[in-house]
């Protein structure tokens, strides 16, 4: 007999040899119908794999992220062996599930795939899922492996076999089709009850631009037909407000192929959106004991090479500004921080004068390609709320904390309500990829572990993932339609503190090196707005939106009432506008509905003879009668209320 631990603690007696299947059984039968992979030790394997020896077990549904990966992986085999059926010969290279579905990379000779064939490949895995095809599992050797695919000719499988040592080496087979994989899959193909081919793109196989390009097609699969519409309406509604659509008809920003791809234009409507965003954070900053910087929008080479960005991101950056003065060097910076560490060595530094915390909004310069912008997502030029802290060993812990709370806070108010810290430690088994000592890095993930744990945030731990010179924080958030965004993020780094010699005096009357936590709550003011207007489909909250009130006179007999609301207004700091086109009320209204304006303030001649107005807000309707004052009461009551939660 073998113990098993369940997710809840409790531990469970079973024959040695038992699979994940028999255990869901065991519990109940609705959750062994449901079962698509097991968890055993930290692993994902088969639900029929056995399990010998004693297991903490976590048994995978739908429910799990790693049950869809598991469920999506396996379609992607599904979707391999329907396209080989349709087109035989056809050579695959990789077919891994992604956040939303999975994608194939396939090579299909002289052939191109369009999405006119979409629909045949979508019969024709529902036609296979109705065979209930088992996934088979075969470790097989090398020698077997390659004689496999070189009688089939497939040069990809080929080609990630001489990566791969004999005797690990595994073939999944389902009905006709048999690929390399190292697993885990579903039970049998008649779990996929829903599928939809969503496009196709070109890919280099292994990024190589020397290689031929392949057909990546990217699908995705449910286990309910229910699930897939849904699937489908939640992507309608992203197109809706998709933020380069809404950018567009709000008026927010453009881009000019005269000034250059990638390179956004702030329009006067973004601009406001942009400027309130930063002294949101700007008053934040102070209260938090941050002292603001500016530093130029360049530096010299030396300066990149000293910090080490200029071999991470020489090649991602623009040419280099040649001055008339032989090896006199510029670059367009790509990062604040080195200029920040140059700011601390303008002066010495006392243990007393610790923490240091310097912000700034520092436009950065990458050169990216350009098939990867996309919007202001992915841009060339772009602001980071960043700023850096210099802090002791011992502090490192205690300012973690104090970022924690300015990120909660700023995500709080914005309406980002969903979001995990992800939580990025050091490979233990390959510290040689890191720089610093193990007391150190010790010191740093222990106070960043205890950090979250304190703010009792929800997180996930990945090992690996940690920078180069020290552990971080990342912040995943969930926006309205579900989708996940990484925008805030908390680092700690020893490495620039050594390459720039940073030192303080300390305590002991040495020197010591200071400890530099990065921080950026936004990440990035274009990305953050990105993610924000498709969040809240445009309809921003009151104290951020660009256009707050349209006033709107029935007839040009209340303007000069009109323009009496708005000076009054904008004495309040309310922004809006006076609608003074001849046009209907009807239309005006609908015109400020579809702008998304916040408030709409009629007036006419009832509201003029009795100095008040007729208010509507935007989505809800009428709201009645108010006086001016009243209404600018109502309004700041509203922003209040927001800022007080």
């Given at each position: 007999?073998?113990?098993?631990?369940?997710?809840?603690?409790?531990?469970?007696?079973?024959?040695?040899?038992?699979?994940?299947?028999?255990?869901?059984?065991?519990?109940?039968?609705?959750?062994?119908?449901?079962?698509?992979?097991?968890?055993?030790?930290?692993?994902?394997?088969?639900?029929?794999?056995?399990?010998?020896?004693?297991?903490?077990?976590?048994?995978?549904?739908?429910?799990?992220?790693?049950?869809?990966?598991?469920?999506?992986?396996?379609?992607?085999?599904?979707?391999?062996?329907?396209?080989?059926?349709?087109?035989?010969?056809?050579?695959?290279?990789?077919?891994?599930?992604?956040?939303?579905?999975?994608?194939?990379?396939?090579?299909?000779?002289?052939?191109?795939?369009?999405?006119?064939?979409?629909?045949?490949?979508?019969?024709?895995?529902?036609?296979?899922?109705?065979?209930?095809?088992?996934?088979?599992?075969?470790?097989?050797?090398?020698?077997?492996?390659?004689?496999?695919?070189?009688?089939?000719?497939?040069?990809?499988?080929?080609?990630?076999?001489?990566?791969?040592?004999?005797?690990?080496?595994?073939?999944?087979?389902?009905?006709?089709?048999?690929?390399?994989?190292?697993?885990?899959?579903?039970?049998?193909?008649?779990?996929?009850?829903?599928?939809?081919?969503?496009?196709?793109?070109?890919?280099?196989?292994?990024?190589?631009?020397?290689?031929?390009?392949?057909?990546?097609?990217?699908?995705?699969?449910?286990?309910?037909?229910?699930?897939?519409?849904?699937?489908?309406?939640?992507?309608?509604?992203?197109?809706?407000?998709?933020?380069?659509?809404?950018?567009?008809?709000?008026?927010?920003?453009?881009?000019?192929?005269?000034?250059?791809?990638?390179?956004?234009?702030?329009?006067?409507?973004?601009?406001?959106?942009?400027?309130?965003?930063?002294?949101?954070?700007?008053?934040?900053?102070?209260?938090?004991?941050?002292?603001?910087?500016?530093?130029?929008?360049?530096?010299?080479?030396?300066?990149?090479?000293?910090?080490?960005?200029?071999?991470?991101?020489?090649?991602?950056?623009?040419?280099?500004?040649?001055?008339?003065?032989?090896?006199?060097?510029?670059?367009?910076?790509?990062?604040?921080?080195?200029?920040?560490?140059?700011?601390?060595?303008?002066?010495?530094?006392?243990?007393?004068?610790?923490?240091?915390?310097?912000?700034?909004?520092?436009?950065?310069?990458?050169?990216?390609?350009?098939?990867?912008?996309?919007?202001?997502?992915?841009?060339?030029?772009?602001?980071?709320?960043?700023?850096?802290?210099?802090?002791?060993?011992?502090?490192?812990?205690?300012?973690?904390?104090?970022?924690?709370?300015?990120?909660?806070?700023?995500?709080?108010?914005?309406?980002?309500?969903?979001?995990?810290?992800?939580?990025?430690?050091?490979?233990?088994?390959?510290?040689?990829?890191?720089i610093g000592s193990d007391e150190l890095w010790e010191k740093a993930e222990q106070?960043?572990?205890?950090?979250?744990?304190?703010?009792?945030?929800?997180?996930?731990?990945?090992?690996?993932e940690a920078a180069f010179y020290g552990p971080k924080l990342d912040f995943m958030?969930?926006?309205?339609?579900?989708?996940?965004?990484?925008?805030?993020?908390?680092?700690?780094?020893?490495?620039?503190?050594?390459?720039?010699?940073?030192?303080?005096?300390?305590?002991?009357?040495?020197?010591?090196?200071?400890?530099?936590?990065?921080?950026?709550?936004?990440?990035?003011?274009?990305?953050?707005?990105?993610?924000?207007?498709?969040?809240?489909?445009?309809?921003?909250?009151?104290?951020?939106?660009?256009?707050?009130?349209?006033?709107?006179?029935?007839?040009?007999?209340?303007?000069?009432?009109?323009?009496?609301?708005?000076?009054?207004?904008?004495?309040?700091?309310?922004?809006?506008?006076?609608?003074?086109?001849?046009?209907?009320?009807?239309?005006?209204?609908?015109?400020?509905?579809?702008?998304?304006?916040?408030?709409?303030?009629?007036?006419?001649?009832?509201?003029?003879?009795?100095?008040?107005?007729?208010?509507?807000?935007?989505?809800?309707?009428?709201?009645?009668?108010?006086?001016?004052?009243?209404?600018?009461?109502?309004?700041?009551?509203?922003?209040?209320?927001?800022?007080?939660?």
């Amino acid at each position: 007999m073998i113990k098993i631990t369940l997710p809840d603690g409790s531990i469970r007696e079973f024959p040695k040899g038992v699979t994940g299947f028999e255990i869901a059984s065991s519990i109940s039968e609705g959750l062994a119908r449901n079962v698509l992979a097991a968890k055993v030790n930290g692993e994902v394997v088969e639900s029929n794999r056995p399990i010998n020896e004693d297991a903490t077990v976590q048994l995978l549904t739908w429910n799990d992220q790693e049950g869809k990966a598991t469920f999506w992986h396996s379609s992607a085999h599904l979707m391999a062996e329907a396209i080989e059926a349709l087109h035989p010969g056809v050579q695959f290279g990789i077919g891994p599930a992604i956040e939303n579905g999975f994608y194939y990379d396939i090579d299909l000779g002289d052939k191109t795939l369009s999405q006119d064939e979409f629909a045949a490949i979508e019969k024709k895995m529902l036609e296979l899922t109705k065979e209930k095809s088992a996934y088979q599992r075969q470790e097989i050797s090398k020698a077997d492996a390659i004689d496999f695919f070189t009688k089939k000719g497939d040069k990809y499988k080929l080609d990630l076999l001489k990566d791969l040592p004999d005797g690990s080496i595994t073939f999944y087979h389902q009905g006709n089709f048999t690929d390399l994989c190292k697993g885990p899959h579903i039970p049998n193909t008649g779990f996929i009850k829903a599928v939809k081919l969503m496009n196709v793109a070109g890919a280099y196989w292994r990024g190589d631009e020397k290689s031929k390009q392949l057909t990546r097609v990217y699908a995705i699969t449910f286990p309910k037909q229910k699930e897939l519409t849904e699937y489908l309406e939640r992507l309608e509604e992203a197109k809706k407000r998709d933020h380069r659509k809404l950018g567009k008809e709000l008026e927010l920003f453009a881009f000019s192929e005269k000034v250059g791809a990638g390179l956004p234009l702030w329009l006067p409507k973004g601009t406001l959106l942009r400027e309130r965003l930063e002294q949101f954070m700007r008053k934040a900053q102070i209260k938090a004991g941050y002292s603001p910087v500016v530093t130029p929008h360049i530096g010299s080479k030396q300066l990149y090479v000293t910090s080490g960005h200029y071999d991470k991101y020489g090649a991602d950056s623009f040419q280099p500004i040649r001055t008339p003065n032989e090896d006199e060097e510029f670059f367009l910076k790509p990062m604040n921080c080195p200029h920040h560490c140059e700011i601390y060595k303008t002066k010495p530094r006392s243990y007393r004068d610790l923490p240091l915390r310097l912000a700034e909004f520092g436009t950065v310069y990458r050169y990216e390609q350009s098939g990867e912008l996309h919007g202001l997502t992915r841009v060339r030029g772009f602001t980071q709320d960043d700023a850096h802290i210099f802090c002791r060993p011992d502090q490192v812990k205690e300012e973690f904390m104090k970022v924690i709370d300015l990120v909660i806070y700023t995500f709080k108010t914005l309406g980002f309500d969903d979001y995990t810290a992800q939580i990025s430690l050091r490979d233990p088994e390959n510290k040689a990829k890191y720089i610093g000592s193990d007391e150190l890095w010790e010191k740093a993930e222990q106070a960043i572990i205890e950090a979250a744990y304190e703010k009792n945030l929800p997180t996930v731990t990945e090992l690996g993932e940690a920078a180069f010179y020290g552990p971080k924080l990342d912040f995943m958030v969930r926006d309205a339609l579900g989708r996940k965004w990484q925008l805030g993020t908390i680092q700690v780094d020893y490495n620039l503190p050594e390459r720039f010699e940073l030192e303080y005096n300390g305590s002991d009357n040495e020197k010591h090196r200071p400890v530099m936590i990065h921080r950026a709550p936004f990440g990035s003011l274009e990305r953050f707005v990105a993610v924000l207007i498709e969040h809240c489909a445009g309809n921003f909250p009151l104290w951020l939106s660009p256009e707050q009130v349209a006033i709107l006179p029935i007839s040009e007999k209340y303007q000069d009432y009109a323009q009496q609301v708005y000076d009054r207004l904008m004495q309040e700091e309310i922004r809006g506008y006076v609608d003074n086109r001849d046009e209907k009320i009807g239309r005006k209204i609908r015109d400020a509905e579809v702008k998304k304006v916040s408030y709409m303030l009629i007036v006419g001649e009832k509201e003029q003879e009795n100095e008040i107005v007729s208010v509507r807000k935007h989505g809800e309707g009428d709201l009645g009668n108010m006086t001016v004052d009243l209404f600018v009461e109502h309004f700041k009551n509203i922003i209040a209320e927001t800022f007080a939660q």
